[in-house]
C-alpha cells in the first residue's frame, strides 16, 4: 500500500493564480481532510469529507474549494492564490469513526509559496 | 483561544534525560491522539488513549489520559536523538473532526 500520496511536493504560485492540490489514498478510508500547517501554529483543519460525494468546512475553509467524486480522491483547489496561503499542506485519511477515534494517516505534505 | 494548549513549545535535552510534554484544555475530549512528525514529512500517529486515567506504553514513551479526559501527557525515559521531533496532540470533542494544539518541538542531543 503507498498509503497517502500527495502531488506536486513543492509549488511556487504568483498571486491571483490558481491551482490543485492533489491527494490519493488506497486504504478505502471514508474519511478525508485537508490541513495547513503554519509555523507555531500547529496543523489546522481546511476541509474535510465522510465519503465521496460529502464534504464540509474546517477552521479556515475561505479560498479554497473541495470535492470529493471517489473514495480515493480528495483534491484542494486555491482560486486565486494570496501571500497568505503560503504554508505547507497535508492530506489524512482514516476510518470511518469506529469507536469515536479519528486515527489519521497523513501524507508527505505540499510545501506552497505563494509570490 | 486555542482548545489544546501543548507545553512546553521547545525542549532541548541531553540523551539519557527524561522528560514530559503536557496537552491541556478547559473541554472533554472522546478521544484524544499523539502524533510525532519529523522534519519535512506528515504527522505519524503513536498512540490514542481514550478512557479517563488510561495509561498507555510504547517502549519508553508513556501516555496518559486525564481523570476528566480533558489533560494528557507525554513521557519518555532516556531519551534518545532519535526521539527529536514535533510532538502533537490532537482531541475529537464528538465524532469525526479532529483540533491540534501547536507542538512541542523535541532536541535531543548526543
Known amino acids: 500500500n503507498a498509503g497517502v500520496t500527495q502531488t506536486p511536493k513543492f509549488q511556487v504560485l504568483k498571486t491571483g493564480q490558481s491551482m490543485t492540490l492533489q491527494c490519493a489514498q488506497d486504504?478505502?478510508?471514508?474519511?478525508m481532510s485537508w490541513y495547513r500547517q503554519d509555523p507555531g501554529m500547529g496543523l489546522r483543519l481546511i476541509h474535510y469529507s465522510v465519503g465521496a460525494g460529502i464534504t464540509d468546512q474546517g477552521e479556515v475553509p475561505n479560498g479554497y474549494n473541495v470535492s470529493r467524486s471517489t473514495t480515493e480522491d480528495f483534491p484542494l483547489r486555491l482560486l486565486s492564490a494570496a501571500p497568505s496561503q503560503t504554508s505547507v499542506y497535508f492530506c489524512a485519511s482514516s476510518p470511518l469513526f469506529w469507536g469515536g477515534y479519528n486515527e489519521q494517516f497523513f501524507g508527505p505534505g505540499t510545501r506552497l509559496t505563494v509570490l | 483561544t486555542q482548545l489544546l494548549e501543548q507545553s512546553p513549545q521547545f525542549l532541548s535535552i541531553q540523551e539519557g534525560e527524561n522528560l514530559t510534554v503536557y496537552c491541556n484544555s478547559s473541554s472533554v475530549f472522546s478521544s484524544l491522539q499523539w502524533y510525532r512528525q519529523e522534519p519535512g514529512e506528515g504527522p505519524v500517529l503513536l498512540v490514542t488513549v481514550v478512557t479517563g486515567g488510561e495509561v498507555k506504553k510504547l517502549k519508553r514513551l508513556t501516555f496518559q489520559f486525564g481523570d476528566a479526559r480533558k489533560d494528557s501527557s507525554l513521557h519518555i525515559t532516556a531519551a534518545q536523538p532519535g526521539d527529536t521531533g514535533l510532538y502533537l496532540c490532537?482531541?475529537?470533542?464528538?465524532?469525526?473532526?479532529?483540533?491540534f494544539g501547536d507542538g512541542t518541538t523535541l532536541t535531543v542531543k548526543p
Open positions: 490532537a482531541g475529537q470533542l464528538n465524532a469525526g473532526k479532529s483540533t
Open positions: 486504504m478505502n478510508h471514508e474519511y
